[in-house]
C-alpha cells in the first residue's frame, strides 16, 4: 500500500487549502478507515481527523473542529482534508493514514494506523 499526500502549500491566516490522499496498492481502499495527523519538530504527532471505510463516521481533533472536514471518494482511492480558517497554528507538516485493519472503528491515536504517506507541509503566515 503507498498513500501519497499532495495539496500542501503556503497560505495566508484565513485561508483555506484542501489536502488530497491518493492510496494505492493491492488492499482494497473502501475496506479500511483513513486519518490525517500533523506534526511540527519537537513536538509529537497529532490527531486532526479520521473517517471510517465508509464515509458514515467522521472524527476531529479538539483544535479543527468546526473549521476542517475530511471526507473520500472511494472511487478514487482518495481522502480528502479540507481546511478552512487557518491559523498560524496550523502550521505543520500533514500526513494521511490508513486504518490498520479493514471494517474498523475510527482510531485517534497513531499507533491505530498502519501505512502512512510521506506528509505534505502546510505552512499558514499571519
Known amino acids: 500500500v503507498q498513500l501519497q499526500a499532495s495539496g500542501g502549500g503556503l497560505v495566508q491566516a484565513g485561508g483555506s487549502l484542501r489536502l488530497s490522499c491518493a492510496a494505492s496498492g493491492r488492499r482494497t481502499f473502501s475496506s479500511y478507515g483513513m486519518g490525517w495527523f500533523r506534526q511540527v519538530p519537537g513536538k509529537e504527532r497529532e490527531f486532526v481527523a479520521a473517517?471510517?471505510?465508509?464515509?458514515?463516521?467522521?472524527y476531529y481533533g479538539d483544535s479543527v473542529k468546526g473549521r476542517f472536514t475530511i471526507s473520500r471518494d472511494n472511487a478514487k482511492n482518495t481522502v480528502y482534508l479540507q481546511m478552512n480558517s487557518l491559523k498560524p497554528e496550523d502550521s505543520a507538516v500533514y500526513y494521511c493514514?490508513?486504518?490498520?485493519?479493514?471494517?474498523?472503528?475510527?482510531?485517534?491515536?497513531?499507533?491505530?494506523?498502519?501505512?502512512w504517506g510521506q506528509g505534505t507541509q502546510v505552512t499558514v503566515s499571519s
Open positions: 493514514a490508513r486504518r490498520a485493519g479493514a471494517i474498523l472503528a475510527v482510531a485517534t491515536e497513531a499507533n491505530g494506523y498502519d501505512y
Open positions: 473517517i471510517n471505510f465508509s464515509g458514515a463516521r467522521v
